[in-house]
């Protein structure tokens, strides 16, 4: 199960980079680092004003030092991350959507696949991307609502909150990724949910390496989404063929 994750990142790097697809992707690569500058950016300045308004806010009760107004900052630049993180992964997608055709019909061939050619205009790949980015983005909101509700319950809600909001931020943060090659394949999104989420833990496993990989400064945000983009095709082009236990229909 967690072999087959393993094998679709290292395809990735190999397809990236040993097959020069490298070359192809110079356009969303520097879009999906824009994208990344500009939400990190946003972060700070959101982060920043919140820390100035909940400090202030605080003083009006108990006398706070100056300096904490930077621990606050830096604490909700934390917060606002997990949300931005998702976020970036949803819209990078709408970099690389007029790419994935010719990603996937070459990701296809690699690994032995049968290859499906597909036209799409600009507009058209851009639709599921765009409605699967809406889907990941309201689930968000719903798990953050659900994991601030868990927040007031004594003692163990921060830990319920915890354990509710990395894992399936991570999961959802995985579908976009996913699905490019199941809307290839005839699959409906909600197809396409249904076997992602019976393939949960290979998926999140997927979406935390692929979070590790991002994170890192600046060579991160380069590559990070383009390893998801390719090997998001392989680990799906497993699924359905059987080799994580089962196809599902559309």
């Known amino acids: 199960m967690f072999r087959q994750v393993h094998h679709s990142f290292l395809k990735a790097h190999q397809i990236i980079w040993q097959q020069g697809y490298w070359r192809y992707l110079l356009v969303p690569i520097g879009l999906s680092f824009l994208l990344a500058v500009l939400l990190l950016a946003g972060c700070g300045v959101l982060a920043a004003g919140m820390s100035g308004s909940v400090h202030e806010w605080i003083s ?50 690699l690994v032995g696949s049968a290859v499906l050619d597909s036209e799409l205009s600009i507009l ?44 399936v931020n991570l999961l959802l943060s995985t579908l976009s990724y996913l699905d490019p090659y199941l809307e290839r394949r005839s699959y409906s999104p909600a197809a396409s949910i249904k076997l992602i989420w019976q393939h949960r833990r290979p998926a999140v496993y997927f979406g935390l390496i692929g979070f590790l990989i991002t994170s890192i400064p600046i060579f991160g945000w380069f590559v990070g989404p383009t390893y998801s983009v390719v090997g998001g095709i392989v680990l799906a082009i497993s699924m359905t063929d059987g080799d994580l236990g089962g196809k599902i229909k559309a």
Do not use: H, N
Request: positive net charge; aromatic residues 10%; contains cysteine.
């Open 60 to 109: 009006d009760f108990v006398r706070l030092q100056d300096w904490l107004q930077a621990v606050l900052g830096f604490l909700l630049f934390a917060l606002l991350l997990i949300p931005c993180y998702l976020l970036f992964r949803s819209l990078v997608m709408l970099c690389y959507a007029p790419f994935l055709d010719r990603i996937s019909m070459g990701t296809e061939k």
């Open 124 to 167: 058209q790949s851009l639709k599921r991307p765009a409605l699967m980015a809406a889907i990941t983005l309201c689930g968000l909101a719903a798990v953050m609502v659900l994991a601030l509700l868990a927040g007031f319950i004594p003692l163990v809600g921060a830990v319920i909150s915890i354990v509710l909001v990395f894992p």
